[in-house]
């Protein structure tokens, strides 16, 4: 079973920047897709997306850098530039490559607790 742990969240000014982690534990991490996601009004929006390279969903790309440490089984999302409209719970999930599209929830299998991004100006 993988479980996984996300720290990183805080308040901060527009602007601002914040540095989210996700620390996986379990079998296979390294074989698994990982991505970042935020709760949305109805759904759970994918953010951010790494197996062997990044994927962004528009409203983030060039503000948002997405990075994995498999030595550290551990997940980065670095924001930068933040706006009100990012404040979320933020989510980590993990899944298998081939378990459809990156964006979609259903992609994915494991998921953490979630860590509250606020932004305000």
């Known amino acids: 079973q993988v479980q996984l742990i996300e720290s990183g969240g805080d308040s901060v000014q527009v602007g601002g920047s914040l540095n989210l982690s996700c620390v996986a534990s379990?079998?296979?991490?390294?074989?698994?897709?990982m991505a970042w996601f935020r709760q949305a009004p109805k759904w759970r929006e994918g953010v951010a997306a790494f197996?062997?390279?990044?994927a962004y969903a528009g409203v983030v790309k060039g503000r948002f850098t997405i990075s994995r440490d498999n030595a550290k089984n551990t997940l980065y999302l670095q924001m930068t530039n933040l706006k009100p409209e990012d404040s979320s719970m933020y989510y980590c999930?993990?899944?298998?490559?081939?378990?459809?599209?990156?964006?979609?929830?259903?992609?994915?299998?494991?998921w953490g607790q979630g860590t509250q991004v606020t932004v305000s100006s």
């Open positions: 197996y062997t390279s990044g």
């Open positions: 999930a993990a899944g298998d490559i081939y378990g459809g599209m990156w964006q979609r929830e259903e992609s994915y299998k494991y």
């Open positions: 379990g079998p296979n991490i390294p074989n698994l897709r």
